[in-house]
C-alpha cells in the first residue's frame, strides 16, 4: 500500500515549507472518525427497521403464540398487544424502541420475558473470549509464519505455506471446528467437545473449553494474515531501505521487526479488520458445533420461535460491535502509518 | 467461456507464422487460460455440479430417503459408495440429491447480487458524483456488517424460509459486484475513444451498451465466480444452522449439521459433505482466480532467458538508484 | 567547519569504539580496502558482469570508479559492501578490507564491519531511509546501536552531525520524515547517518547524480572535509570524469566489466593511455562553452556478461589492431601506480594523431 511504495516526493518538500502541524492531523483523524460513524450508524437503524418492518409485514403473531391456542380469545390477545405495546403504529413502535435501546433497555423478549440486555451480557463473554483469543492466536500464528516464509522466499516453507492457505480459504471456519473437534475431542480427547465455563470459574478449564473454538476461528483469518504478510514482506525486504539499514550495521533481527514488519504489517492488520465480521458468522456456527452459550445460539433460538425484540437487540449489539472495531482499526492504522500529507494508508 | 473452448486460440494458429523472441505486449487473452491445468480440473468438477443440479436425485444410484435400520453408520463399501448416515440412508445419493437446492439457492443470491450491485456499479460513473458518493458509503458499511445475522434475522422476521434468508445474503453480496463494476468501467469509461464517442454526439447509454459493457463483463464475470462460492458457503453454513431444512429433504449444510450429532459413532461422515462444499468452493476460486490473473496486463517476452536475466538485474540496480541516464558517456 | 574534535582514524580504530573486525594488524597508513581478481556474476550465475577487477585504496584516499551504466562499478561497490543484489555472487577473486578477508564473511561479522569500519550513501537516498521513521530517530538508532549512547546523549550527538553535514536547521531536520526534505538534505543526512560511527571507508554510489549541480558542488566538499577532519577514505562511484578528476586522487577507469585504466588523477588527466580514457576525456569537455558538436563514442559497449575474446573496448576503438581481439589483454604499469589494460598503450600516448575525426 501506500507505504510500501513510497519514493521521494520530487523534492517539493524543502525545509522552508511549513511541515502539516501535529496537531492538524490529529483532527483530519478526528474527522475521518466522525465520517466513518455517521455513515454507518444510519445504516444500523436502517437495518433494525427493516428487521422490525419484515415481522411486522409477516404474518407472526406472537400474542397469540404466547397465549396459545386456547387463551388467544381476541379480547385476550388484544390486551396482551396493548401490553406488549404491539398495537401502536410500527414507526413509533420503532421509535420507542430505539430510544429504549440508546438508554440501554432493549426490551424484554415475548416469550421469557427475561431482558434482552440480561440476555445479551449474560452471553457475551462468551463470544468475546473465543473471538479475542482467536484473535490473538490468528496475529501470532499468521504472523511468524508469514514473516518466515517471506524471510525464507521460494523455500520449502514458504511453497508449503501457500499451499496450505490455498486449501484452508476454502474451507469455512465451521468444518475446521468439526476437523478440530474429531481430532482433537473425539479420537484422541485431548480437549472438550463442547460445553464451556467462564474464566471467573476457573482460567485453566476455561482456556480448555475455548481453544479449540478460537483455534478454529483462527485458522482462516492466520491464512489470510500470513498470506498478506508474506507479500508486504517480500516486497519491502527488497526495497533500498533495508539495504540502507544494512549497511549502518544494524543488527538483521532489528532491521526485520523495527524496519521491515513495521511497515509491512499494516495491510496485515487491516486484513483483520475486514475478517472480523466473518469471524463473528463463525463464531455463530461454531456455537453450534461447541454448544457454546453465546450470542450466536440465542440469535438461532429466538429466530425459530420469531421473537422478535430479542433477535432487533441482537442484531444492534453485534452491528455496533462490528462499527466500532472497524473504525478503531481503521484509526490505528490510521495513526500508526500516518503520513505527512495527512493521508492515511 | 466454454463455447470458445471449442474454437481453436488464434494465439496457436498464429504463432506459427510469427518469428521467435517477438516482444508481444497485448495481454494474453481468455483462451489460453484454459491450457491451465488447475481452470481444466475446476471446469470439469464444476461441470459435475452443473450435471448434479440439473438432473439432481434421478442419478443418485439409490433412493436418498430410503431408511434402513440395518445399515447405520456404515463405512464406504460397495453397495454404499460413501457409506450410510444415522438413518441407514445412502451418503452419495443424499449428496448428489441435495446439491440441487444448494446450487439453486446460492445461484439466486448471487443472481440478486449481481442485479444489485452491478447495475449501479456501471450506473455510478456516469451519474454524477453526489450518487457516487452515497452509494459508496451505502457499500462501505454493507460491507462490514456480517452477513449471517442478517440471514438469520430475516428468517425471525419472515420464517424459516432459505430462499428469505438468501435473500439477505443476496444483498449484502451486492458491494462487491459494486466495487468491482464501478473500478472497471472507471477504468474504461475515461478511455479516450470513449470520449472521442461522447464528441461525435452518442449518448451515454449508447457509450455504455457499445463500449463499457463488453470490456467490464470479464471482471463480472471473475466477481461472479468467487461470490458464487461466497454463496455457496453461505447455503452450506445457513442450511447446517437448520435454515429452511424440511427434513428429511438433503442439503449439504444439512447432512453435515446431522453428522456432528453422532460425530462419536461416525466420527468420519462429516468430512465427506465438507470435502463436497471444500472442492467446488475451491474449483470456484481458482477459476476466479486464473481469469484475474489473466486479464490483468501483459508482459514482455523475450527469447533469451539471460539477457532477459541480465537486463533485470541491470534495471533493478539502476532503478535501484534511481538512474534515468541514458546509455551515452556524461 | 569543524566537524568534531575526535582523534583522528587510528586512535578511533583501537579503541574498539561499537565493536570491529576482531584480529589483525590496524593499518594507520596502510590499505582499507583491496579488492584482487574480483569476478561477480549475476542471475544466478547466468552471466559474469564483472571480470577481474582489482583496485586499491589506501587511507585517506578518495579513490573514483568512472564508467557508463553497466560498465560494473556499482556491482563491484556493492561487493566490497556485501550487500549484492539478490541473484548475485561473487564467483572468483577477494575482497580484504584493512587486512582481513571479507569475501566470505558472515553476515554477523558483517553487522559489526558496517557502520563501525564501512559506510555507504546512494544515489537515490530517499529511497534508503526508511519513509516512515523520522531522520533522526534514524540516525539516534545507529548511534545507539553501535556506539551504545544513551537517548539524550544520541540526540545531542545527532543534532551536532546534522549541523556538522551542513543542514541549516538541524533541531527541525531531525523531526522529519524523509519525504519532508529535499534531495540535497537527504543526502547530507545519508551522509551524518553514514559517517556517524567513524568508518575508514566510505563507499559512495554515485552521490550527486541524482542533485542539482549547486547541491553537488556542496556535498563535493563535505565528502573532502570529512576526508581531510577525519581521514576516511572515499571510494566515488561516478559516470562523471569531470566530477571525478575534481574531487578524487587516484582513477579507476570500468568499461564493460573491466578495469582499463587506473591512476592518479592528474596522470589520467594528463596522459589518458586507455582509447576509452581518452574518448571520455574528450566527451567530458562538452561542458566548455564553444563546443558545438555533441560528442559521442559511436557503438554500444556489449552486452552485460557476453564473453568476449580478446579487448573488450575493441569494436568502438579507433586504434585496435587484429591482436586486441585474440587472447586476453593484461594490465601494465605505464607509470608510477598508472595501470592500463591495452596492448596500444605505448603507442596509444597521442592517441588524437592516430585517430581520424
Given at each position: 500500500m501506500a507505504v510500501i511504495g513510497l519514493t521521494r516526493s520530487g523534492g517539493t518538500a524543502a525545509a522552508a515549507a511549513p511541515a502539516l502541524h501535529r496537531r492538524n492531523r490529529g483532527r483530519i483523524a478526528l474527522a475521518r472518525l466522525g465520517g466513518g460513524l455517521a455513515v454507518l450508524v444510519p445504516i444500523v437503524f436502517l437495518s433494525t427497521f427493516i428487521t422490525y418492518g419484515l415481522g411486522a409485514l409477516s404474518n407472526s403473531d406472537p400474542a397469540a403464540t404466547i397465549l396459545g391456542q386456547d387463551a388467544a380469545t381476541p379480547a385476550a390477545v388484544a390486551r396482551l398487544n396493548r401490553a406488549l405495546g404491539l398495537d401502536h403504529p410500527l414507526v413509533v413502535q420503532y421509535w420507542n424502541w430505539l430510544t429504549q435501546a440508546l438508554h440501554g433497555n432493549l426490551g424484554r423478549s415475548w416469550f421469557t420475558q427475561i431482558p434482552v440486555s440480561q440476555s445479551v451480557s449474560q452471553r457475551l463473554p462468551v463470544d468475546l473470549s473465543i473471538a479475542i483469543l482467536a484473535v490473538v492466536l490468528a496475529v501470532i500464528i499468521g504472523g511468524t509464519t508469514g514473516t518466515v516464509a517471506a524471510i525464507r522466499r521460494g523455500g520449502w516453507f514458504d511453497r508449503g505455506l501457500t499451499l496450505a492457505c490455498s486449501a484452508v480459504s476454502t474451507l469455512p471456519a465451521f468444518v475446521v471446528g468439526i476437523i478440530l473437534v474429531v481430532l482433537f475431542a473425539v479420537t484422541v480427547h485431548l480437549f472438550p467437545a463442547n460445553g464451556y465455563v467462564g474464566p471467573t470459574t476457573s482460567i485453566p478449564q476455561w482456556l480448555r473449553y475455548i481453544i479449540l473454538p478460537a483455534l478454529a476461528l483462527a485458522v482462516q483469518v492466520s491464512a489470510d494474515i500470513a498470506r498478506q504478510l508474506r507479500t508486504s514482506l517480500v516486497t519491502v525486504l527488497d526495497q533500498n531501505y533495508i539495504v540502507g539499514a544494512k549497511v549502518r550495521g544494524l543488527p538483521y533481527r532489528r532491521i526485520l521487526v523495527r524496519h521491515a514488519l513495521r511497515n509491512a504489517a499494516g495491510p496485515a492488520l487491516t486484513i483483520l479488520g475486514n475478517d472480523f465480521p466473518q469471524m463473528l458468522a463463525g463464531a455463530v456456527a461454531l456455537e453450534v458445533v461447541f454448544s457454546l452459550p453465546g450470542l450466536g445460539q440465542l440469535l438461532l433460538e429466538s429466530a425459530q420461535t420469531r421473537d422478535i425484540p430479542v433477535v432487533q437487540g441482537l442484531l444492534l449489539v453485534t452491528s455496533t460491535f462490528v462499527i466500532v472495531i472497524n473504525l478503531v482499526i481503521n484509526t490505528t492504522l490510521n495513526w500508526l502509518y500516518r503520513t505527512d500529507d495527512g493521508i492515511g494508508t | 467461456m466454454t463455447t470458445t473452448a471449442r474454437r481453436r486460440p488464434r494465439a496457436q494458429r498464429g504463432l506459427a507464422q510469427r518469428g521467435p523472441a517477438q516482444p508481444r505486449q497485448r495481454p494474453a487473452r481468455p483462451r489460453s487460460v484454459l491450457r491451465l491445468p488447475s481452470v481444466r480440473v475446476a471446469l470439469v468438477i464444476l461441470a459435475a455440479v452443473a450435471i448434479l443440479t440439473a438432473f439432481g436425485s434421478a442419478l443418485a444410484p439409490q433412493n436418498p430417503l430410503t431408511i434402513n435400520?440395518?445399515?447405520?453408520?456404515?463405512?464406504?463399501?460397495?453397495?454404499?459408495l460413501l457409506g450410510t448416515d444415522y438413518l441407514g440412508r445412502d451418503v452419495l445419493s443424499r449428496l448428489m440429491a441435495g446439491t440441487r437446492l444448494s446450487v439453486l439457492t446460492a445461484l439466486e443470491a448471487v443472481g440478486i447480487g449481481l442485479v444489485l450491485g452491478a447495475v449501479p456499479g456501471v450506473a455510478t460513473v456516469f451519474l454524477g458524483r453526489w450518487f457516487d458518493f452515497v452509494a459508496n458509503r451505502i457499500t462501505d458499511a454493507l460491507m462490514t456488517l456480517p452477513y449471517i445475522f442478517f440471514a438469520v434475522a430475516v428468517t425471525a422476521a419472515l420464517g424459516n424460509n432459505l430462499a428469505h434468508a438468501m435473500i439477505a445474503v443476496g444483498i449484502l453480496l451486492a458491494p462487491f459486484f459494486f466495487r468491482v463494476t464501478r473500478a472497471a468501467t472507471l477504468e474504461h469509461a475515461r478511455a479516450q475513444y470513449v470520449e472521442a464517442a461522447e464528441l461525435l454526439g452518442a449518448s451515454k447509454l449508447h457509450i455504455i451498451r457499445v463500449h463499457v459493457l463488453r470490456k467490464v463483463l470479464p471482471n463480472i464475470a471473475v466477481t461472479t465466480a468467487s461470490m458464487t462460492a461466497a454463496a455457496l458457503l453461505a447455503v452450506s453454513f445457513l442450511t447446517f444452522l437448520g435454515i429452511g431444512v424440511q427434513p428429511p429433504a438433503p442439503t449439504w449444510g444439512g447432512i453435515l449439521s446431522s453428522d456432528l450429532d453422532y460425530l462419536s459413532q461416525a466420527p468420519w461422515a462429516p468430512f465427506i459433505p465438507g470435502a463436497l462444499i471444500a472442492i467446488t468452493v475451491g474449483a470456484l476460486n481458482a477459476l476466479a482466480d486464473a481469469f484475474r490473473d489473466r486479464s490483468s496486463a501483459g508482459s514482455l517476452v523475450t527469447a533469451d532467458p539471460v539477457t532477459r536475466a541480465v537486463i533485470h538485474t541491470n534495471s533493478s540496480l539502476e532503478s535501484a538508484d534511481g538512474d534515468r541516464q541514458s546509455q551515452s558517456v556524461a | 567547519m569543524v566537524i568534531d574534535n575526535r582523534s583522528p582514524l587510528p586512535d578511533v580504530v583501537t579503541a574498539g569504539a561499537g565493536a570491529g573486525v576482531s584480529q589483525g594488524p590496524r593499518p594507520g597508513a596502510g590499505e582499507v580496502l583491496r579488492i584482487d581478481d574480483l569476478h561477480v556474476t549475476v542471475h544466478d550465475g547466468a552471466?559474469?558482469?564483472?571480470?577481474?577487477i582489482s583496485l586499491r585504496v589506501q587511507a585517506g584516499e578518495i579513490v573514483g570508479l568512472v564508467g557508463e551504466s553497466g560498465s560494473g562499478k556499482t556491482l563491484t561497490c556493492r561487493a566490497a559492501l556485501g550487500?549484492?543484489?539478490?541473484?548475485?555472487?561473487?564467483?572468483q577473486g577477494t575482497v580484504s578490507f584493512a587486512g582481513h578477508d571479507v569475501t566470505a564473511l558472515s553476515q554477523r561479522d558483517w553487522e559489526r564491519v558496517h557502520g563501525s569500519h564501512m559506510g555507504a550513501v546512494f544515489q537515490d537516498p530517499a529511497s534508503y531511509l526508511?519513509?516512515?521513521?523520522?531522520v533522526g530517530h534514524q540516525l539516534t538508532e545507529v548511534l545507539r546501536v553501535k556506539?551504545?549512547?544513551?537517548r539524550r546523549a544520541a540526540r545531542r550527538r545527532a543534532t551536532e552531525l546534522f549541523g556538522a553535514v551542513g543542514l541549516r536547521e538541524p533541531e527541525r531536520v531531525f523531526h522529519q520524515i524523509p519525504a519532508e526534505l529535499s534531495g540535497g538534505m537527504l543526502q547530507r543526512v545519508m551522509i551524518a547517518i553514514a559517517v556517524s560511527c567513524d568508518p575508514q571507508l566510505l563507499v559512495a554510489d554515485e552521490p550527486t547524480t541524482a542533485l542539482d549541480v549547486t547541491i553537488q558542488a556542496e556535498v563535493i566538499e563535505l565528502l573532502r572535509q570529512l576526508r581531510d577532519q577525519r581521514g576516511m577514505a572515499v571510494l566515488f562511484v561516478s559516470h562523471d570524469l569531470a566530477l571525478i578528476t575534481e574531487l578524487c586522487d587516484r582513477v579507476v577507469v570500468f568499461y564493460a566489466g573491466e578495469v582499463v585504466e587506473s591512476g592518479p588523477a592528474a596522470e589520467i588527466t594528463e596522459r589518458p593511455r586507455h582509447p576509452y580514457t581518452q574518448a571520455l576525456l574528450r566527451v567530458a569537455?562538452?561542458?566548455?562553452?564553444?563546443?558545438r558538436e555533441l560528442e559521442v563514442i559511436a557503438g554500444q559497449p556489449p552486452q552485460v556478461g557476453a564473453n568476449i575474446a580478446g579487448c573488450r573496448f575493441a569494436e568502438r576503438c579507433p586504434v585496435a589492431v587484429p591482436a586486441c581481439r585474440t587472447g586476453s589483454i593484461p594490465s601494465v604499469a605505464v607509470g608510477d601506480e598508472h595501470d592500463v589494460r591495452c596492448l596500444r598503450a605505448e603507442d596509444a600516448r597521442n592517441v588524437d594523431q592516430l585517430v581520424a575525426r
Open positions: - | 435400520a440395518n445399515a447405520l453408520f456404515q463405512g464406504p463399501g460397495a453397495h454404499h | 552471466a559474469t558482469a564483472v571480470r577481474g550487500v549484492l543484489p539478490p541473484g548475485c555472487a561473487i564467483e526508511n519513509p516512515t521513521i523520522t556506539r551504545r549512547l544513551a569537455s562538452v561542458g566548455d562553452f564553444g563546443r
